[in-house]
C-alpha cells in the first residue's frame, strides 16, 4: 500500500506539470470529470484531477512506444568519423571515436557512450536521448570529460528527411553570454546516421557548422 500511495503521488504530480496532451483541452481545461464540476480554469490555474485519471495517464505516458521503437534501432556498436570546426574560416580538425548505444530502464531512454579523442587529447562523452510521451518531443542530454556543464535540447521528427531537429541554449563561458544551439541528427539507413552541430561564430555570433559526425555501424 505504501508503493502504491507513493506512485499515485508521483502520478498527480507528473499528469499535472505535464504541458496539453490528449486529456487536455487548448485552453488548459481538463477533458476528464475533476472534482470541481463546471469550474473554469485559466491557463494559469491549477486543474483537479481524480486519482484514477492520474494512474491512468502515469501509465500511459510511461509505456514506451513507437518513438522508443525508432531508437532501439541505434542499439550496438558504431564507429564515428568527427570533423570539427573552430570558426567559420578554419579548416577542420578529423578524429575517430567508438561509440555504443544500449537502451536503458526497460526501453524509455538510449544511453550513448562516446571515446575517442579530439584536438590531440583523450576524449569520452555520454548523452541520454529519449521521447517525452507527455511534451510529444524528443530530448537529448550531454555531458563530457572537457566541461562541467551539461547541454540539455529538444526535438522534433521529419519523417520526409529522417531527422530529429534539436535545439537548445547554453552559457558561453568565454563571454557568458547564453547561446542558442542547434543539433540536426538524420537516419540515412540502418547502419549510417550523420549528426550536424550548429552553434555561435566566436567573433560575430553568427550561426555556422562547428561539427560534423557520420556514424557507421560496426557489424
Given at each position: ?7 499515485l503521488?508521483?502520478?498527480?504530480v ?24 463546471g ?18 495517464t ?94 540539455n ?49 566566436m ?14 555501424r560496426?557489424?
Amino acid at each position: 500500500m505504501k508503493k502504491l500511495l507513493i506512485v499515485l503521488c508521483a502520478a498527480t504530480v507528473l499528469f499535472g506539470c505535464n504541458g496539453e496532451d490528449e486529456n487536455t483541452t487548448a485552453n488548459g481545461g481538463s477533458k476528464a470529470e475533476t472534482h470541481t464540476a463546471g469550474a473554469t480554469a485559466t491557463a494559469d490555474e491549477w486543474v483537479p484531477v481524480d486519482s484514477a485519471t492520474a494512474m491512468r495517464t502515469m501509465m500511459e505516458v510511461g509505456t514506451p512506444g513507437e518513438q522508443h521503437a525508432m531508437l532501439a534501432k541505434g542499439d550496438g556498436k558504431w564507429n564515428a568519423q568527427m570533423m570539427m570546426w573552430m570558426s567559420p574560416e578554419a579548416p577542420p580538425m578529423t578524429s575517430t571515436s567508438t561509440v555504443v548505444n544500449k537502451m536503458i530502464y526497460g526501453g524509455r531512454y538510449q544511453q550513448t557512450s562516446f571515446k575517442g579523442d579530439m584536438m590531440g587529447m583523450p576524449f569520452e562523452g555520454t548523452s541520454t536521448t529519449g521521447y517525452d510521451k507527455a511534451k510529444k518531443v524528443y530530448f537529448t542530454t550531454w555531458m563530457d570529460n572537457m566541461s562541467t556543464a551539461m547541454m540539455n535540447m529538444e526535438g522534433t521528427w521529419d519523417e520526409a528527411s529522417k531527422t530529429i531537429n534539436f535545439k537548445g541554449k547554453m552559457l558561453c563561458p568565454a563571454n557568458g553570454k547564453e547561446c542558442e544551439m542547434r543539433e540536426v541528427y538524420r537516419i540515412v539507413d540502418d547502419n549510417t546516421h550523420m549528426m550536424e552541430m550548429y552553434g555561435p561564430d566566436m567573433q560575430t555570433g553568427k550561426e555556422y557548422k562547428n561539427m560534423e559526425i557520420k556514424f557507421t555501424r560496426n557489424k
